[in-house]
C-alpha cells in the first residue's frame, strides 16, 4: 500500500467515489470546472466545518472522509452505496493492481483503511458505526448507524492532516509512551502489531525490504504497473484525481509524454534501494502489522488497524512511511514473518515507525 497527502482524490464518476443509492444509479457529484492542482488539494482535503448535516448530505460527507484513507497507489479501489442510515464499501476490481497485488490483499486492507475513517467521522457527527462484513457478496463492508454523543476525536481531527512522509527523518527517538499508544491504537480483532527498534533489528529489516524492492524492479509487470499509475504532470493528475504526483514520489514534474520516456531513467534498483535504506535507518523503528488469519476479513481488519496507526501518529506530529516491498513479494514475506517469530501469520503491512518529520 502507498498513498500521498497530496493526492486530489476522485469525485463523481471521476471522483472521490461513486456513490450508489438503494436503486443502484449512480449519484454525479459535480466537481469546479478548470480547478488548479493547488486548489483541488484542498478542496480534497478540506477538514469539516458544519457538523450538523443530515440524511442524504451526512452519508456523502462521510463518504468523503472515506476516501482521504490509505489505499495502494491512490488507486481509490473502492466502491461506496449510500442507502438510508447505511454506508457500504465493495472493491472495485477495475482498480486492482494485479502485479504488485495478485490476490487483492492491498485492495481490501485500502477498504479497511476507508472503514476506519468513516467510524471516526461518525463519531464527529453524533453516529456510532456498526461494522459487518458479507463474505457471501465479495466481502462487503456495511456500515450501519446509530445516535450517539458527537465527538470530535484527535483521530478525526487528524484525518485531512495524515500523510506518508518519503524522506530521511530527523532520527530523534519518540518516547516509550507515544510508541505504546500506537502499538496498542492499531490492535484489531486477530490482529498482531509488532514494533521493532533496535539498530540491529532495523537493519534486518532493511535486507529483507531491499531483497523485495530489488526483485519487484526486475519485474517488467510490476514496472509497467508502477508507471501506468504515476501522473508526471499537473493536467493528468487534475483530470484523472488518482494515482501517484511524480513531485511526490521525489520525481520531477514534467510532461506527461516526456515522463513516460525518462520513467526508467527516474526510477532504478539502486537508487530506489538507497532510498529506503536511508528512510528506515533515520527512523524511530519500524512498526509491522499481520493478521493472525490470512483472509480477506483479516486484511480488512489489518487496514483499520494501520489507519488507526497513522492517525494516532499525526495526531502526535510524527511521520511515517509504508516500506511494504517486504509484504509484496510472497517469498521474502514468508521469511519475514519467520524473523518476526509469527510463521503462522501473514504479514500485511510494514512501516517505517513513526518519526519527527524534516
Request: proline share 5%; net charge neutral.
Amino acid at each position: 500500500m502507498d498513498t500521498q497527502h497530496n493526492s486530489t482524490g476522485r469525485e463523481s464518476n471521476q471522483g472521490a467515489a461513486t456513490v450508489l443509492p438503494a436503486s443502484g444509479l449512480p449519484i454525479e457529484y459535480a466537481p469546479t470546472s478548470h480547478q488548479s492542482y493547488a486548489d483541488l488539494v484542498a478542496s480534497t482535503w478540506r477538514p469539516a466545518e458544519v457538523f450538523n448535516l443530515k440524511g442524504q448530505a451526512l452519508l456523502k460527507e462521510l463518504v468523503r472522509y472515506g476516501t482521504l484513507a490509505a489505499n495502494s497507489y491512490n488507486t481509490q479501489p473502492w466502491l461506496f452505496a449510500v442507502e438510508e442510515n447505511r454506508i457500504s464499501l465493495m472493491p472495485d476490481f477495475r482498480r486492482r493492481c494485479p502485479a504488485v497485488d495478485p490476490d487483492g490483499h492491498h485492495l481490501y486492507a485500502s477498504l479497511g483503511c476507508a472503514t476506519e475513517n468513516i467510524v471516526q467521522a461518525a463519531l464527529a457527527y453524533g453516529l456510532q458505526a456498526i461494522i459487518s462484513i458479507d463474505p457471501a457478496q465479495n466481502n462487503i463492508i456495511n456500515i450501519n448507524f446509530e445516535p450517539t454523543e458527537k465527538q470530535q476525536k484527535a483521530l478525526f481531527k487528524a484525518i485531512p492532516e495524515r500523510q506518508c512522509t518519503r524522506s530521511i527523518y530527523d532520527g530523534n527517538s519518540v518516547s516509550d509512551i507515544q510508541l505504546s499508544r500506537l502499538q496498542g491504537i492499531s490492535k484489531q480483532d486477530y490482529i498482531n502489531t509488532q514494533l521493532f527498534t533496535t539498530h540491529d533489528d532495523l537493519n534486518n529489516i532493511m535486507r529483507f525490504v531491499i531483497a523485495a524492492n530489488s526483485a519487484k524492479m526486475q519485474d517488467p509487470a510490476f514496472l509497467e504497473e508502477l508507471k501506468h499509475w504515476i501522473r508526471f504532470s499537473e493536467t493528468t493528475v487534475t483530470k484523472q484525481r488518482d494515482g501517484l504526483y511524480s513531485p511526490s514520489t521525489g520525481n520531477p514534474k514534467l510532461p506527461e509524454w516526456l515522463g513516460k520516456i525518462v520513467f526508467k531513467i527516474l526510477v532504478t534498483k539502486n537508487a530506489e534501494n538507497e532510498k529506503c535504506r536511508e528512510q528506515t535507518l533515520s527512523s524511530s523503528g519500524v512498526i509491522a502489522i499481520s493478521s493472525e488469519q490470512n483472509n480477506k476479513q483479516s486484511w480488512i481488519n489489518a487496514g483499520r488497524g494501520y489507519q488507526r496507526f497513522a492517525l494516532q501518529a499525526t495526531a502526535f506530529g510524527l511521520r511515517h512511511a509504508f516500506i511494504n516491498q517486504a509484504v509484496e513479494v510472497p517469498e521474502v514475506r514468508n521469511q519475514l514473518a519467520e524473523f518476526f517469530g509469527i510463521k503462522a501469520c501473514r504479514v500485511d503491512i510494514l512501516v517505517n515507525s513513526p518519526s519527527y518529520g524534516v
